[in-house]
């Protein structure tokens, strides 16, 4: 009984998986017409048809670039410059490596055309500039080279720049740092003093020791200025010397070095008037 039954269930199994597979047969066959195998041999091994490939991308082809625009021929002054100094590089070079006579005198016979060349570029440019006053760097506020020209313009620039030093004595001051044991702060301190009355500045003494001197007896102990100054002038640790002469302007709070030891009053001058008139040229840039 028990075996009849499993036959049964064997078969019906069977049945169902025979129409599972048929009906997918025929689900298959909707879309594509059924073809004997034999038939089919050259579209691959029996059953299994070769895929289809995809046609291959054609390479792209690089667009075609802009022929560039002959450029203009040297002029032939520039071809000649161009050999010279090559023939020149090239001669002193093989001499160097082989110093005979033949290759000495190549060397020589190309360095003589060089000199010559620049001799006579040199004459033709002063000639040119004797009769254009526009390129003449001394009518042009340059420093002359004859004697009796240098005295005059260095004479004009000395009332100038005195004049000026004059009208920034209403405005600034002088900070001057010594010491009393320094003996350039004691050659120095008369030529400050002298510089003061003559031009009217104020000066602001400071004593890093706490000790006066001759010109200046009342001077300030310092109180951390000097330390102030050093940080502001980024000064690396122990740089700073005495003297140290600065221009100052109260009303802005500027502190401008003129310089560290012994100076002249002309240097003073100079130095004041310079450190001005680059510091109104940084302020007009801005």
Same mark, same amino acid.
């Given at each position: ?47 299994? =048809? ?20 002959? /450029?203009?021929? =040297? ?29 000495? =005198? ?11 060349? /620049? /001799?006579?570029? *040199? ?7 004797? *009769?254009?006053?526009?390129? /003449? ?51 120095? *301190? ?14 602001? *003494? ?81």
């Amino acid at each position: 009984m028990l075996k009849a039954v499993r036959q049964k269930f064997l078969l019906l199994a069977l049945t169902v998986c025979a129409s599972s597979v048929l009906a997918q047969a025929q689900q298959e066959t909707q879309t594509e017409p059924q073809v004997h195998a034999i038939e089919r041999g050259q579209d691959g091994w029996f059953w299994y =048809k070769d895929p289809k490939l995809a046609p291959k991308a054609k390479p792209a082809t690089a667009a075609p670039t802009p022929e560039e625009p002959a /450029s203009a021929p =040297k002029h032939p002054a520039l071809v000649r410059m161009e050999a010279l100094q090559k023939e020149l590089n090239d001669s002193i070079q093989i001499a160097i490596m082989e110093p005979t006579e033949e290759n000495m =005198k190549h060397f020589l016979a190309v360095w003589y055309e060089v000199r010559k060349k /620049s /001799s006579d570029f *040199a004459d033709i440019g002063r000639t040119i500039a004797w *009769a254009n006053p526009q390129f /003449s760097a001394t009518l042009n506020g340059g420093r002359p080279t004859s004697p009796i020209a240098t005295r005059i313009h260095d004479q004009e620039r000395a009332s100038l720049a005195e004049q000026r030093i004059r009208g920034l004595a209403q405005t600034h001051g002088i900070f001057f740092v010594f010491r009393s044991d320094c003996k350039y702060c004691h050659e120095f *301190a008369p030529i400050l003093r002298e510089f003061q009355q003559k031009y009217g500045f104020k000066v602001l *003494a400071i004593s890093l020791d706490g000790q006066g001197i001759p010109e200046y007896p009342d001077a300030r102990p310092d109180n951390g200025m000097v330390a102030r100054v050093i940080k502001d002038m980024k000064l690396p640790p122990g740089e700073f010397r005495t003297p140290f002469t600065a221009l100052v302007r109260p009303a802005m709070r500027e502190l401008m070095p003129i310089g560290f030891g012994l100076m002249s009053g002309t240097e003073l001058v100079e130095r004041i008037d310079k450190v001005v008139e680059i510091r109104d040229t940084q302020v007009a840039k801005k």
